[in-house]
């Protein structure tokens, strides 16, 4: 095994080891996403354009063009 690859693989073993400890140590505060953390905005386009297709533009005028093809849209709520 090259010296390298010994490297990695140690800190693979290592970071592994580390994040099935964390799991553990915190699983009983693990965040479960849900649509909570959308903004109320987005959450709602979301839910109408599911209930009618017709408004899947709703969603869609939600998002900022900001660089000729790069979309900006603040998913998260501020306060949540």
Not at 24 to 33: A, G, Q, R, S
């Amino acid at each position: 095994m090259k010296p390298l690859s010994l490297i990695f693989g140690i800190a693979t073993e290592i970071y592994s080891k580390m994040w099935a400890e964390w799991e553990i140590e915190n699983k009983d505060n693990l965040l479960v996403p849900d649509e909570t953390l959308l903004d109320p905005r987005l959450q709602k386009a979301i839910k109408d354009a599911w209930e009618n297709p017709e408004k899947e533009n709703a969603v869609a005028d939600l998002w900022e063009e900001i660089i000729m093809v790069f979309m900006l849209r603040s998913f998260l709520t501020l306060n949540a």
